[in-house]
Antibody, heavy 115, light 107 residues
Framework: VQVVESGGGLVQPGGSLRLPCVVSGFRFTDFWMTWVRQAPGKGLEWVAKINTDGSGKYYVDSVKGRFTISRDNSKNSVFLDMNSLRAEDTAVYYC?????????WGQGTLVTVSS | EIVLTQSPGTLSLSPGERATLSCRASQSVSNNYLAWYQQKPGQAPRLLIHGASSRATGIPDRFSGSGSGTDFTLTISRLEPEDFAVYYCQQYGSSQIFGQGTNLEIK
């Protein structure tokens, strides 16, 4: 199983960023996928998750209306579109597979929101 | 919303000793949907325990989980040098909540 995120970088407050995540080694359509973030020196915070066919999407309150999770089952990919970014969104963002608990994680991609 | 409180915040022990980490929930965790993760610096978290007491694939048997309802424990029977890390508990299922973590450091 491999989970590989990309797309992180430096963005100004109010800006946007898209994080792609490509997976391999398992039947993608059988699993929910999730994003978890970790601010520098802080703990883990669940951000968003999506069900197997993309019809169900769930978010932590702090990103509702700003972030959108989606998936492309034909490309074994999941995405996190982040808009209206704030300094407090600065974190390493992990893409991960949900098998009830989170059993496979990517290595993370750093998003820095700063002017 | 459930709040998970981990204790202690930092635990200082020596290799070979037994570690006991606590995770207390503000309300009952349904179906014992409680997991434990280990995270080392610069690495992604690794799943250790799910369903409160089931070891994940490839996890050594010195790691064990117990508890139900609102009180859960991760026990490491004999600490190995590679076990010193930060440990998080998590309630999963309808919501995804993490505890704040316990830093297990070498004494």
């Amino acid at each position: 199983v491999q989970v590989v995120e990309s797309g992180g970088g430096l963005v100004q407050p109010g800006g946007s960023l898209r994080l792609p995540c490509v997976v391999s080694g398992f039947r993608f359509t059988d699993f929910w996928m999730t994003w978890v973030r970790q601010a520098p020196g802080k703990g883990l915070e669940w951000v968003a998750k999506i069900n197997t066919d993309g019809s169900g999407k769930y978010y932590v309150d702090s990103v509702k209306g700003r972030f959108t999770i989606s998936r492309d089952n034909s490309k074994n990919s999941v995405f996190l579109d982040m808009n209206s970014l704030r300094a407090e969104d600065t974190a390493v963002y992990y893409c991960a597979r949900e098998n009830w608990a989170i059993d496979y994680w990517g290595q993370g991609t750093l998003v820095t929101v700063s002017s | 919303e459930i709040v998970l409180t981990q204790s202690p915040g930092t635990l200082s022990l020596s290799p070979g000793e037994r570690a006991t980490l606590s995770c207390r929930a503000s309300q009952s965790v349904s179906n014992n949907y409680l997991a434990w993760y280990q995270q080392k610096p610069g690495q992604a978290p690794r799943l250790l325990i799910h369903g409160a007491s089931s070891r994940a694939t490839g996890i050594p048997d010195r790691f064990s989980g117990s508890g139900s309802g609102t009180d859960f424990t991760l026990t490491i029977s004999r600490l190995e040098p590679e076990d010193f890390a930060v440990y998080y508990c998590q309630q999963y299922g309808s919501s995804q909540i993490f505890g704040q973590g316990t830093n297990l450091e070498i004494k």
